[in-house]
């Protein structure tokens, strides 16, 4: 199903993958990878433009702010740090006393979600990064995702050994709702419009309905999944990789396979759609970003149309000048 572009620079396996959203520069696509160092590209040619450097321990989790002005990482340093995408100089260093796993700015970009090791939330305020945090504690096991929805108003977690999504309520600061999974849900997505969650656990996408909490529908894997992603824009397909090192896409309606990308020299840790939905991408074991683009997309008959186009031009010119040589032999002739 096409041929990647192949994004290399870490040294060490990609465990996380985040979009911005659409800005006026374009968006943009952060790693974060167990070689400490997170990295910014573009994310419509996968080109490098910088590596926010700074952590002294793998990277779990990674997270541009809306504007992607900002980007935040978290660590095994038991430290969370947020850079100014532009400059990738560090703007702050959050401590933590255990290894942090799962970081999310929240929509309107002025607070830090993070969990990790120490089972606790934890929300630190972007314009006093000096004050103290903001903490919901008991969490039942060690926090692997976090992500916010409902306007801020509700986070969800997940836990690395135990099943079940957790929604709190930030008003109360209780759990209102637990989304029921069988294998710990290892990889959860907010959809762009707030109205899915998307969840993978064990060999199982499932996915939500982010207002009633109710499930829409569930799907059994090939094989054990690490992470899965709704396409953003009809959120009629989704994909999903894991342990077989294939990102596989399927129909959102039927969960019929209808297409696999092989490349990764290594399981998948992470998938994520573009926010257009013209591609996705995928971070794997291998320590390679690869980024797929969809067929049949708009901006893949666009660029089939310049490319024909292309052609015809050539071919115009070929002509022209195969007229003008058989001119230039007539006259020779002539004389």
């Not at 992500?147 to 109360?172: A, F, M, P, V, Y």
């Not at 899915?196 to 894997?221: C, H, P, Q, R």
């Not at 708009?298 to 058989?326: F, I, P, T, W, Y």
Request: glycine share 8%; hydrophobic share 35%.
């Amino acid at each position: 199903m096409g041929v990647p572009l192949v994004c290399h620079g870490h040294s060490r396996p990609v465990v996380d993958v985040s979009y911005s959203p659409v800005t006026p520069d374009g968006f943009f696509l952060i790693s974060a990878s167990k070689d400490s160092n997170p990295m910014l590209r573009n994310g419509e040619t996968g080109d490098w433009i910088g590596t926010f450097e700074g952590h002294k321990g793998a990277v779990w989790s990674c997270s541009l702010d809306k504007h992607a002005m900002r980007a935040a990482s978290a660590s095994a340093d038991f430290t969370a740090k947020i850079w100014n995408a532009l400059t990738g100089d560090e703007l702050h260093s959050f401590e933590h006393k255990h290894i942090v796993r799962a970081c999310a700015f929240s929509e309107d970009t002025h607070r830090l979600l993070t969990g990790g090791m120490e089972k606790i939330l934890r929300i630190f305020d972007m314009n006093r990064p000096d004050a103290p945090p903001k903490e919901i504690g008991n969490s039942p096991g060690s926090i692997r995702t976090v992500e916010w929805l409902h306007s801020d108003n509700t986070i969800l977690s997940s836990c690395t050994d135990t099943g079940d999504i957790r929604l709190w309520d930030l008003r109360s600061d209780k759990i209102v709702q637990t989304l029921e999974t069988k294998f710990p849900v290892t990889s959860a997505e907010v959809s762009q419009d707030g109205r899915y969650i998307t969840t993978a656990d064990g060999s199982s996408v499932k996915f939500w309905d982010a207002n009633n909490f109710g499930m829409l529908k569930s799907y059994e894997m090939p094989c054990n999944v690490e992470s899965a992603s709704l396409e953003p824009k009809h959120g009629n397909t989704f994909i999903a990789g894991g342990e077989d090192m294939w990102v596989h896409r399927f129909d959102f309606q039927t969960g019929e396979e209808i297409g696999c990308n092989k490349g990764h020299h290594g399981p998948v840790h992470c998938v994520r759609y573009s926010p257009g939905g013209e591609s996705y991408t995928s971070g794997s074991e291998d320590g390679t970003v690869r980024i797929w683009e969809v067929v049949g997309s708009v901006n893949q008959e666009e660029k089939e149309s310049d490319q024909s186009g292309n052609v015809k031009l050539v071919a115009e010119e070929v002509v022209r000048k195969a007229e003008s040589l058989r001119i230039s032999e007539k006259a020779a002739e002539a004389k």
